[in-house]
């Protein structure tokens, strides 16, 4: 975590600059593709409406480590696909430039999910429209910044997929080390400008520190057995 206190200190020196969704990505639309194209089983999944895949294609489209966002049916979701991928013509692909990466855009749109499905038109079959996403604003900070926030989180997915517990733990984490320019203060949340300052780096990452030192001694608890031989599961789960 000081690596990343470190990386903000030298590389943002005057804040994280927020900047529309649109601007910083190619929002695509992928290609329809009729039932008689698709397969059971195959090598390239297709997605749809939904983040299972629709079926199977003999070609790709995108490739692999690419984010996309479902435009109708389970309208909103965020994917990303660590393999080569056929986007159908309801999945926008997100194609990210060499300053930008693809994993750090799909974990700042999971925080900011709730205004994206917020802008879902409600029918008969839900639909996000793509320019009601192109001016979603993010903040962009150099790609170094981007790659240790992506090692951080991607870290804590990891631990999130053996244990359920933990996945409070990331979203705290997610929202923690995207929150540029947003403070707690008396149990809300409140903006304080369009800038991550500085000067409040050394207090973020104070706070990140004392979570990962509780979450190691807890793990090192659930580590041990009690004198019956039975792990102190319940101790735990109070804990975290």
Request: net charge positive; charged share 30%; hydrophobic share 30%.
């Amino acid at each position: 975590m000081s690596n990343l206190r470190e990386l903000i200190t030298e590389l943002c020196p005057d804040g994280v600059e927020y900047k529309s969704l649109g601007d910083i990505v190619s929002i695509e639309r992928g290609k329809r593709l009729v039932r008689e194209q698709l397969s059971e089983e195959g090598k390239y999944p297709v997605y749809q409406n939904s983040m299972t895949p629709l079926g199977y294609h003999t070609e790709y489209n995108y490739d692999a480590d690419t984010t996309f966002i479902i435009g109708a049916g389970a309208a909103g979701e965020i994917g990303y696909s660590k393999v080569e991928f056929w986007a159908a013509d309801d999945c926008y692909p997100l194609v990210c430039s060499e300053n930008i990466s693809s994993r750090y855009i799909y974990h700042a749109l999971l925080r900011e999910q709730p205004r994206i499905k917020s802008r879902v038109r409600k029918a008969s079959i839900p639909r996000l429209s793509r320019n009601s996403i192109e001016q979603l604003k993010i903040p962009v900070p150099p790609i170094e910044v981007q790659r240790e926030i992506v090692r951080v989180l991607d870290n804590f997915t990891e631990i999130t997929e053996k244990l359920t517990a933990r996945k409070k733990q990331y979203e705290y984490y997610r929202d923690t080390l995207l929150t540029f320019g947003v403070h707690r203060g008396g149990g809300h949340l409140r903006q304080s400008g369009e800038r991550w300052r500085k000067s409040q780096t050394s207090e973020l990452v104070a706070v990140i520190r004392m979570k990962l030192l509780k979450t190691a001694s807890i793990l090192s608890l659930c580590a041990r057995r009690s004198r019956f031989g039975k792990t102190i599961t319940s101790m735990t789960k109070q804990r975290l």
